[in-house]
């Protein structure tokens, strides 16, 4: 098993950059593909950014892409999403969501919440016009 926590949320002006960290316990954290996830007051969960287990494959929804980026140290066993040009919709608690498929290639990654079975508590991320 793994437990993951996120960090790095907080309020920023419209234009500005926020990065977040999400941390995992556990020693076979370079065994999960990793996701993000975000949910506004009022709407469903969503997609934003995955990264494979070996890091070498990345997806981002379209709402994101250009703008964030996600990355992962394994030897930090911690994955970010570095968050650019924020925009008020891109207000939403954000999850991380980590998962473990062995049988899958090292460059799988995974967009849809059913495929993920570790999930962070979520940190608030607020963009003001």
């Known amino acids: 098993q793994v437990q993951l926590v996120e960090s790095g949320g907080g309020l920023v002006q419209a234009g500005g950059s926020l990065r977040l960290s999400c941390a995992a316990s556990?020693?076979?954290?370079?065994?999960?593909?990793m996701g993000w996830f975000r949910q506004a007051p009022g709407k469903e969960r969503e997609f934003v950014a995955a990264?494979?287990?070996?890091?070498?494959?990345?997806y981002y929804a379209d709402s994101v892409k250009g703008r964030f980026t996600m990355s992962r140290d394994n030897a930090k066993n911690t994955v970010y999403l570095q968050m650019n040009s924020l925009k008020p919709e891109d207000t939403a608690v954000y999850y991380c969501?980590?998962?473990?498929?062995?049988?899958?290639?090292?460059?799988?990654?995974?967009?849809?919440?059913?495929?993920?079975?570790?999930w962070g508590q979520g940190t608030q991320v607020t963009v003001s016009s």
């Open positions: 990264i494979s287990r070996n890091g070498g494959s990345t």
């Open positions: 969501a980590g998962t473990m498929k062995p049988l899958y290639s090292a460059y799988t990654y995974f967009t849809e919440g059913y495929e993920y079975d570790y």
């Open positions: 556990g020693r076979t954290f370079s065994n999960y593909a």
